[in-house]
């Protein structure tokens, strides 16, 4: 009786042990699963927020950008393709939307207005940023991490909307250089940008700089200057005067810039992260 006992309560502990070590390795799969597609996501947007930019280049006169727009489809197709592999993500009505919209888009983007084209753009670019909260949701259930780091959620809110904030500000402010000319309208949509980067970009510096390590601190301080530099440019270059003069070409690769930081930024963060699982 005291053996069988025995036995049975080896086999209760070898199970439970079992059940927990296996419920370690299947979160530890979700887990990495969720930061791969986050990383993903990462790239599609960004690549997509820079055809967005160039693509109102090409609309207002500037041809010498075609090159570089098809290089981006194909970076930005096969962004689509990894992604699709993805059995879970493949699946959710957002991204099933924006793979049925964008071949739409890539096939008559030339022949549209800036309006449009940036409307359209903005619309998939918005899509993605709201998958990848939902991406960012599925993995903090997935994993107990330090109450601070699950606190974060500039990571994958203010931080990716501020971003999105500079591209379109890119977006705008490169047709305005390109066609020497502003409207009313572009003025205001500049003015609202410019006061929405510096909202978002300061409150995450501002979450971010709590919890920073060496690295993080150093790239606080160089997307905080970079986005200072943007904004400044903004309102004296496109804003302030009567005669647009800036250069089209120089502004998209100062907001490209500044772009590029604050990503290094979030990609910082990201290697923070997996550094605790």
Request: proline share 2%; hydrophobic share 40%.
């Amino acid at each position: 009786m005291l053996e069988t006992f025995t036995i049975i309560l080896t086999v209760l502990i070898f199970s439970l042990v079992f059940v927990r070590a296996y419920t370690r390795l299947t979160d530890r799969i979700r887990l990495i699963r969720a930061l791969e597609v986050i990383s993903q996501l990462k790239v599609l947007i960004g690549n997509l927020q820079r055809h967005r930019g160039l693509s109102a280049g090409y609309i207002n006169g500037n041809l010498r950008v075609e090159p570089l727009i098809v290089e981006l489809r194909q970076k930005i197709n096969i962004g689509i393709v990894d992604l699709n592999k993805d059995d879970v993500f493949n699946k959710q009505a957002r991204w099933l939307s924006f793979i049925d919209h964008w071949p739409r888009l890539e096939k008559k983007c030339f022949t549209l207005s800036s309006r449009d084209s940036f409307a359209q753009h903005t619309n998939l670019i918005e899509n993605l940023l709201r998958l990848m909260e939902v991406a960012a949701d599925d993995w903090k259930k997935t994993h107990k991490l330090p109450r601070e780091i699950l606190d974060l959620q500039c990571i994958w809110k203010e931080l990716p909307m501020a971003v999105e904030f500079i591209g379109q500000a890119r977006t705008i402010g490169m047709a305005v250089a390109t066609s020497g000319e502003i409207t009313n309208k572009d003025k205001n949509k500049l003015k609202y940008l410019e006061q929405k980067i510096q909202e978002y970009s300061l409150t995450s510096f501002s979450l971010l700089a709590g919890l920073s390590n060496e690295e993080s601190k150093s790239l606080i301080i160089e997307a905080r200057n970079a986005c200072k530099i943007f904004t400044d440019t903004i309102k004296k270059e496109l804003i302030a005067p009567q005669n647009i003069n800036v250069d089209s070409d120089s502004y998209f690769i100062m907001a490209s810039n500044t772009m590029e930081t604050m990503n290094s930024l979030l990609d910082n963060e990201i290697k923070r992260i997996k550094a605790y699982t």
